[in-house]
């Protein structure tokens, strides 16, 4: 199943160096390889492999390579300095996609910088917009309980879904996490990582996770970007800027794997929704160099909504995340009175659009397929 990314991959290479990064087990090595296939004289290395990291470390491809694919370059001692060295002196002819399972800037932030060097490009799981570039059957419930990741969303055998899950989840708190320098006690990561599940879509105390977990805040903290790195999770921040009294500093937390949600419809919808709006930013920053963001709002009153996206400082548009109360938000309402902001509520069991009072209702399928 081709992932659209691959054209515009493909496209950038001849310009510069390409950067694809992701979650653990989203098809970044699958797309790779689906690229190598377009040249003649392709090289794919895993520097996880014995054989190639030989390769790697000694430069040992042949001269008429016209295709690097280097994976997991990130665990090399001062891989930037390495990049860098290969880039900057290899023949016109190479193109190099580098690929990897974690932001590769938290790895090795010393060394030469990479700048002006590559595109990056960040391989989410399937969402509804991007199903809908294909000529796949889209089911949007299947997709809310067992997310989009490509071996869970491509099997109807619940048995085999709940088997990749345990060992996608045992590979990232066994080896992933390990990579880490300073993150060794496991028994404490998956107790957090078990506690953030059933929070998602509410601000995070790390006060409040440390005195259940018996740790400090710091840590909580710590272990949380770790997550984040990973390609686990990712925080929503509060947006501020022209907002006033939006002073709560605390970010929400999502997963990238909806199947990892304990929670009811509803947090699943407002999951998915945040999954696919910040894949929405992604794109609009990997592929045009727009500057969106993906935020929430709320006021030390507590009046909150659960997204908004903003482009430059702006905000473009509200969105209020509903599995089946079609009344407008009293929160909507403020925001988008108090500073004409363009307002949208999203409802999963909605049957027809319809506008209210300048806010426009709508299904949350049709809404989401159409990012």
Partial sequence: MERFHKTIILNDLFKKMVILVGPRQVGKTYLAKEILKEFNNPVYLNYDNIKDKKIIENQAWLDDTDILVLDEIHKLKSWKNYVKGVYDTKPDHLKILITGSARLEAYSNTGDSLAGRYFKHRLLPFTLAELKKTDRKIKFKKLLNNGGFPEP?????????????????????????????????????????????????????????????????????????????????????????????????????????????????????????????????????????????LNYLRTKEKKEIDFCISCAGKILKIIEVKNSDENISTALKYFHNKYNLPAVQLVRTLKNDYQKDGISVLIAEKFLKNL
Avoid: M
Avoid at 167 to 196: G, H, P, Q, S, V
Avoid at 264 to 290: M, P, R, W, Y
């Fill in 153 to 293: 969303f491509l099997s109807d055998n619940i048995v085999d879904i709940n088997r990749w899950r345990s060992e996608y989840i045992n590979a990232l708190l066994n080896i992933d996490i390990l990579e880490f320098e300073n993150i060794r006690k496991l028994k404490t990561a998956r107790l957090l990582l078990e506690i953030l599940q059933e929070r998602v879509g509410y601000p995070i105390s790390y006060q409040s996770i440390a005195e259940d977990l018996n740790i400090a805040p710091n840590t909580v903290k710590k272990y949380i970007q770790a997550f984040e790195n990973l390609y686990i999770i990712f925080t929503v921040a509060p947006f501020s800027k022209n907002i006033a009294r939006t002073v709560l500093k605390e970010p929400k937390i999502y997963f990238f794997d909806n199947g990892l949600i304990k929670g009811n419809d509803g947090i699943k919808l407002e999951n998915f929704t945040a999954v696919s709006l910040l894949k929405h930013c992604f794109e609009k920053q990997d592929i045009f160099g727009e500057p969106y963001k």
